[in-house]
């Protein structure tokens, strides 16, 4: 059976890596340190409308629901995951899933997100945000499913030495966020990911 799924897209949370003496003339929150949601089964964007969706808006949809990554997907009503991440002098992520469908096994899972990032000290001598990345590869964050399950746990400098700066107040924008299957499309990015952060309405 079919259950509502609600994607969580767009500006999800501003993750502030260091706070440095110097505020500069950039407004930010005391504290955000921490970021974690729950995964549930990528699938592919909507462009052929055939029906309606159900509820107050009765929006136009696509029949059937297809998944993004097909040979990466959930047991049905058994499969989950979760994915968590925390910054201080680095940013750490973790992730996990379990009950993956057996066509899965094997394979490569490795998290991915669209961020924008913000800096206090620029080559302008000021603060700046950098061009957002549409498909940006959070570190070597990656899991290998084995009897349909996995997890990792990595940080961003421990597997791109030197991407973040140590003592620069950097703040994070996190934007859609998923695990993509190596090999499957990777070049597309978040739109093929087989996982991504989402809610499951019961």
Do not use: H, W
Request: hydrophobic content about 40%.
């Amino acid at each position: 059976m079919l259950r509502r799924i609600l994607f969580i897209g767009g500006a999800c949370l501003g993750m502030a890596l260091m706070v440095s003496p110097a505020f500069g003339a950039r407004n930010v929150p005391k504290k955000a340190n921490k970021y974690q949601a729950t995964l549930v089964q990528g699938t592919i964007a909507c462009t052929a409308t055939n029906t309606t969706a159900p509820g107050l808006l009765a929006t136009p949809a696509c029949d059937p629901v297809v998944p993004a990554d097909p040979g990466c997907v959930f047991e049905d009503n058994g499969g989950g995951g979760l994915l968590k991440a925390k910054s201080k002098d680095d940013i750490s992520v973790q992730a996990k899933v379990k009950k993956v469908d057996a066509a899965c096994e094997g394979e490569t899972l490795c998290a991915v997100a669209g961020i924008s990032a913000s800096y206090d000290t620029c080559a302008s001598s000021g603060n700046c945000t950098a061009v957002t990345s549409t498909d940006l590869a959070l570190g070597a964050s990656c899991v290998t499913i084995e009897k349909g399950k996995g997890k990792f746990k990595g940080t961003i400098n421990g597997a791109l030495p030197g991407a973040l700066v140590t003592g620069e107040r950097s703040e994070f924008i996190l934007g859609e966020i998923g695990l993509l299957r190596t090999g499957a499309g990777s070049t597309a990015g978040r739109a093929n990911a087989a996982f991504r952060a989402g809610l499951l309405l019961p």
